[in-house]
């Protein structure tokens, strides 16, 4: 049994139509026989396009294994880029970290240091203040070197 008499039997199953098609001729034969016309050649077409022979792609193993080793390289190459950003990311972190404790460090050392300063100018500025500065003056002294006597007897 050919494509064409399957076709034709579940066409006419479907619609119903077994003895209607000679029926319809009686009404209009020019379109009946047009569509007959048209109806066969699409089937002799799909029967033609069905049965022909088709060309099939057979990879060889040859295509296989550079396909496979190519996709293994590329995988290998996203591992290592993904791992390479990875360890860069990481470094990066690692970086401004060490750049934040070398600016506290740096802060805390330049403030120890200006309180050393600090420190070392007041010791200085007491030190000019104790030999510029006199208790009495100068005409007095040998009074005031009495009276020194005197309290600690």
Known sequence: MSFMEKFTRSADRETGRDGLREAGTALNPEMDEAL???????????????????????????RVAWRLAAGWA???????CGVSA????????EMKMAAVRAAEHERLATKQRNLQVQQEDEDLLAKVDRDVSREVP?????LAQLMAEDDAQ
């Open 86 to 93: 990875g360890v860069y990311v990481h470094r990066q972190q």
């Open 36 to 62: 007959r016309d048209f109806r066969l050649s699409v089937h002799a077409w799909s029967e033609a396009q069905y049965s022909r022979s088709r060309a099939v792609f057979v990879a060889s193993p040859r």
């Open 138 to 142: 100068n005409a007095l002294e040998p």
């Open 74 to 80: 590329l995988g290998c190459v996203l591992v290592t």
